[in-house]
């Protein structure tokens, strides 16, 4: 049972880790900028919703208002510091997309304490049903059930709608697409905002599990979700939720056999790189590099 | 010399050994690593570890610089296999396995480091002067190697390796190259780092210590050996510089990085090539 145990932890741990960086991947394939800053705005929806829902006792609207919040942000990032960007040498984004993450993480701490804040009443962290023998936490059942319904919103988007096709284009032919009489830079907002959307609720969710939002809930996930998009071949939305539940159970599992040898940020790595050693162009094949 | 200033020098010293052996990597050659921090961190370790051992400071040297190029070149083996972006989060993941990696392992003290290492015998002076005769000679090679053939096969390779293939340069030969001068420079700051402060840890080399080296080399100006220089020194003096914000020092460290990036993407190299274009033209 045990097992079974830290297969629901890795696989409700994957679910998150995909939330989190579908953003990364979407903002890669339509720009090729590594998006370290996505980090932030992950830590900007944990936050926002502790915030709204301690102002108003309501879980729900904590979520909703950092809904609202992180797509904007999200956004500002794109039209401030990196559209202007877009000519250079990919290094030179991603530096600017770290220090803006160093700086936020930063003001996070001077305004909320070093500390971080926690939720007043979250009786939902604690509450754990017991199906055949195997322990779930209503967090881990919430986040599973968020990130399929999240994924399949997105999917019917992306597959069934004008706005959604028009998009996909995009991602694949700009210059065709355009053509077509879409107008790319729209396309690029909509991606930062749903990429923001995903990453807000993502944040809320670890916020519930850690019943806790401190400056660095965003640090080591942002590498992870470097790591998570690599494996999954840059770009690619399919081969980053593959790689994000691969990574969950991998961590899972890795930390209890391989926990006394290195620690549990380093097990992803170490899955990183034996596995584009293997397969340069990640899970899906895609060749992108 | 106060303590103080004389500990000031040495880490710029050091800083600038990284960063300009950094600058071969990823500005010459083009091969973006975020790891830089994991070499600089394995030389340290080698040498204290030799220090501790024998006592002897060219073994520590040789040591460090050894095992900083073999890391290295191990690396550059991945670069031949995995390109840009992929590289660059190769090497975040390298760095990331080197601190995760060490900080359990109880013969390199685990999370409480190594501590009470021998002193190199030259004293802090000493030590500082060392330092600089090394900063020194990096820079030099690293400006013979810019006007050098390697320096343009290393271009040639950064902008484009199909070119470069087709002109008969290996790329993979050169990469391999860079990686491994450029990391055995990394462990020889390693080395050096030791002898100066005695006591090492894992955190030093951490993931942002390699950010901050890389920014150097972006705000210097990529590919520009002096341009890098200034950056190191400056954004090591910066820091002190803003003591009196000590508590906002990141804060304000993250938001210059954007603001200079933002108001000056080719970094200091690129200002002044441009102010000397407007010169010439008006």
Known sequence: MYYIDLAVTGISFGCMYAMMSVGLTLVYGLLRILHVAHAAVFALGAYVTVLVANATGSILLGFLAAMIVTPLFGMAIYRVMYEPLLKYRPDVPLIASIGLLIFMQDAFRIVFGEQGITFHRNAFAFTTFNIFGVTVSAVQIATIITAVVVFTALHLFTTRTRIGIGWRATVSKPQIAASFGIDPIKVRYLNFAVGSVLAAIAGGLVAEMNNLVDPGIGFVVSYKALAIIVLGGLGSVRGTLIASLVLGLVEAYGTIFIGAWLDRDAIAFLALIVLLMIRPQGFTGARTA | ?282
């Not at chain 2, 790891?35 to 080698?46: D, K, L, M, S, T």
């Not at chain 2, 590289?87 to 013969?107: E, H, P, Y």
């Not at chain 2, 790329?171 to 080395?191: E, H």
């Not at chain 2, 080399?205 to 050996?225: H, K, N, P, R």
């Open chain 2, 1 to 282: 010399m106060s303590a103080y200033e004389i500990s000031i020098i040495s880490i710029i010293g050091i800083n600038v050994i990284l960063a300009v052996s950094l600058n071969m990597i990823s500005g010459f050659c083009g091969q973006i690593s975020l790891g830089h921090g994991a070499f600089f961190g394995a030389g340290a370790y080698a040498a204290a570890l030799t220090m501790v051992g024998s006592g002897s400071v060219l073994l520590a040297i040789l040591a460090a610089v050894v095992t900083g190029s073999l890391l290295g070149l191990a690396v550059g083996f991945a670069s031949l296999r995995v390109r840009t972006d992929f590289l660059a989060v190769t090497t975040i993941g390298v760095n990331f396995l080197f601190v995760g990696f060490v900080r359990k392992q109880a013969w390199l003290g685990g999370e409480m480091g190594i501590s009470g290492i021998p002193a190199s015998g030259f004293g802090p002076v000493g030590n500082m002067t060392m330092i600089l005769l090394f900063a020194a000679a990096t820079i030099a090679l690293s400006l013979y190697i810019s006007r050098s053939w390697m320096g343009f096969a290393f271009r040639a390779v950064g902008e484009d390796e199909g070119a470069a293939a087709t002109l008969g340069i290996s790329a993979g030969a050169y990469k391999l190259a860079a990686f491994g001068i450029g990391t055995a420079l990394a462990g020889l700051a390693g080395c050096l780092y030791t002898f100066f402060t005695q006591f090492i840890t894992a955190d030093a080399f951490d993931f942002i210590f390699s950010v901050m080296l890389m920014a150097m080399v972006v705000i210097g100006g990529i590919g520009s050996t002096w341009g890098v220089v200034v950056a190191a020194v400056g954004l090591t003096l910066l820091p002190e510089a803003i003591r009196f914000v000590n508590d906002y020092r990141l804060l304000v460290f993250g938001g210059l990085l954007v603001l200079v990036i933002r108001l000056a993407p080719g970094g200091l190299a690129g200002v002044i090539q441009k102010a000397f274009l407007a010169v010439r033209r008006s």
